[in-house]
């Protein structure tokens, strides 16, 4: 299985930033077609010595990394994307790889 | 359900980051207390960009937060954060979160 790692950087209105992302970005991006499960953090993302700079972290798993490429090429994916730098005011790192249990 | 990521920059040797991690990290990391579900990222870590400035992720699945931080604290836990701090050579950041699917 492949994830996508979406990081949000703290925004800039942590209030609007939730409510956007609920209410608009989950909606949109959980019609990625290929995506077979998504996580969203849940309160705070820390550090092991305490805050950290990011505000949510999202795991998107999908079959392949194939499967990932082909969700940003496609019109859902482009929307998605679109919306992202819209809200994602704080910035937003992705991270793509291919994973295994150990 | 919590996460523990661990993402490690690239490092000075691959060969060598690659060789300790799967034949020391992984067998000492598995020890922790509460740990529930560990992934490794397999193959290069990309951005939808290019390439990236990490060289492995791992994910450590734990029943929450409380347990993460109990497995820190642990003999075990303070072991697999010595080793990191060996074969780390690149850096590597830690990020802590509840998770839930949506």
Redesign the interface.
Known sequence: MA?L?V?YKTPQDKAAFDEHYIEKH?PLA?TLPGLR????????????AGP?S?HL?A?LHFDDIASIQRA?SSPQGQAAGADVQGFATGGV??????????
């Open positions: 994830r790692i990081m989950i959980k499960k998504y996580e969203v953090s849940q309160g705070p993302v820390v550090t092991p950290s990011f972290i795991t940003f790192e992705m991270y793509i790889f291919d994973n295994h249990d150990v």
